[in-house]
């Protein structure tokens, strides 16, 4: 199993920039996919981004393409989350997650497919 645990989050005016990092610990991530999630207040936690940490494969969700990165640091087992041009809704609860992935397709997009989850981080964007 492994532990993920973000930070980063705070509030932000519309139009600017955010980095959010996760740090894993507990098994090698070689074997794992890493994802972004988010929930807004009365919404359900929605997909960010994700990524196989094997291979390198990646994929986004529609609202963040252009906007979002994903990035890794391999010598500190670390996940980013880039947010530029930030937009009031993107205002949310966001979490990190993983789940045990070989890799060689596109990662899992869906909550139920992510077993080890982060206590989530406030991004807040103002109008």
């Known amino acids: 199993q492994v532990q993920v645990v973000e930070s980063g989050g705070g509030l932000v005016q519309a139009g600017g920039s955010l980095r959010l990092s996760c740090a894993a610990s507990?098994?090698?991530?070689?074997?794992?996919?890493m994802a972004w999630f988010r929930q807004a207040p009365g919404k359900e936690r929605e997909f960010v981004v994700a990524?196989?940490?094997?291979?390198?494969?990646?994929t986004y969700a529609d609202a963040v393409k252009g906007r979002f990165t994903i990035s890794r640091d391999n010598a500190k087992d670390t996940v980013f989350l880039q947010m530029n041009s930030l937009k009031p809704e993107d205002t949310a609860v966001y979490y990190c997650?993983?789940?045990?992935?070989?890799?060689?397709?596109?990662?899992?997009?869906?909550?139920?497919?992510?077993?080890?989850w982060g206590q989530g981080t406030q991004v807040t964007v103002s109008s």
């Open positions: 997650a993983a789940t045990e992935r070989f890799g060689g397709i596109l990662p899992p997009r869906r909550v139920a497919q992510y077993a080890y």
């Open positions: 507990g098994r090698t991530l070689s074997s794992y996919a």
């Open positions: 990524f196989n940490w094997s291979d390198g494969l990646t």
